[in-house]
């Protein structure tokens, strides 16, 4: 077969062995060791490479999302009819901003159906358990037969929620198909702000949700703003700091977390076409690791990325220089000033 590059030892997440990757007319078209051709290569030397890290909270599509209330805020309904009439990519909706969250919710998952839409919730975000919407949202979800097709954010009630009832919201979410995504920095910063010590996370426990069934993400949700200000957008980031605000650091849980800001964000947003697999985009990026529970715990740098088979971006890992001798004899010795 006759390849445009090939990528040489690359290693797949939660695969044991070195690949390499044969690249041909923008896709992959082979995933095997020692591949056979004559196109230019690129030796990773055990790098992980991955298909793209998902962002599911601020991509490229127009959500159109009544967040001050709905019911409650006369007009709002026919800016949001006119929005989806004009081709809004989804629609969202924020139930506890308004006076009846239970028909937010409704009107939500009808204008959904009547036009066609996937639904992303912004729900239940404080840390009072004493009520949720969150259970409304799998109800709506399960007799609409929505599943998979809606999301909720935030959710920081969850974190907050005594191990039985998390266990039970869990498999709520998993067998309504009902995705959760997480808002790592945003979520941190902004509760528990009520409490003068002993300040809780607030941060939904994703990998507990996953290990039930749930599709979770890891997203950034506002950068350098207000309610976020810190921030550079970056996705391992945001798993390094899920992971150490849930202490979620055993192997696999880091490399779960690896998971939810790549595959299972990929089927959140039923994409089809995303990862390593012969036929599909070859959309690529290699990190400066070996494995995903490091890229996680190291906060693993991109090396460069392969956008349908073009190379789309490089940032070449940091190159050590040896020690001069004048230098070894500087540091073994008493303390230099800047003048000598």
Not at 173 to 198: C, I, K, N, Q
Not at 233 to 252: D, H, K, T, V
Request: with cysteine.
């Amino acid at each position: 077969m006759a390849f445009d590059l090939i990528l040489r030892n690359a290693r797949i997440a939660h695969c044991a062995e070195g690949l390499d990757i044969g690249i041909a007319g923008g896709r992959i078209a082979a995933l095997a060791p020692d591949l056979a051709g004559d196109a230019p290569q690129q030796q990773l030397d055990g790098r992980l490479v991955l298909g793209g890290f998902v962002e599911t909270h601020i991509d490229i599509e127009l959500c159109v999302f009544p967040q001050e209330g709905l019911l409650n805020d006369p007009g709002s309904e026919e800016l949001l009819v006119a929005a989806c009439e004009e081709g809004a990519d989804l629609i969202g909706g924020c139930p506890y901003t308004d006076s009846n969250p239970h028909g937010h919710i409704a009107r939500i998952f009808a204008l959904a159906r009547q036009f066609d839409l996937d639904i992303d919730f912004h729900l239940d975000f404080d840390l009072d358990v004493s009520w949720m919407d969150i259970d409304e949202v799998c109800r709506q979800t399960a007799a609409h037969r929505y599943g998979g097709r809606v999301a909720v954010g935030h959710v920081t009630k969850l974190s907050a929620l005594a191990p039985a009832r998390l266990t039970d919201v869990a498999r709520r979410l998993a067998d309504a198909g009902v995705a959760v995504t997480v808002l790592p920095a945003t979520d941190l910063f902004l509760m528990g702000r009520e409490h003068p010590h002993s300040v809780p996370r607030g941060v939904a426990p994703a990998h507990h949700l996953r290990n039930h069934g749930v599709i979770c993400s890891l997203a950034t949700n506002n950068v350098l703003n207000p309610f976020t200000p810190f921030g550079d957008c970056s996705l391992i980031r945001m798993a390094n700091l899920y992971a150490n605000a849930a202490q979620a650091g055993r192997p696999g849980e880091l490399a779960a977390c690896f998971d939810m800001i790549t595959t299972l964000p990929a089927r959140l947003m039923n994409l089809q076409d995303y990862g390593l697999a012969v036929g599909h985009p070859a959309d690529l990026v290699v990190l400066d690791c070996a494995d995903a529970g490091s890229a996680v715990a190291e906060l693993a740098v991109p090396l460069f990325g392969l956008k349908r088979g073009r190379h789309s971006f490089a940032r070449p890992s940091p190159l050590l220089y040896p020690p001069t001798p004048e230098s070894i004899g500087r540091s073994a010795g008493s303390p230099h000033s800047a003048a000598d």
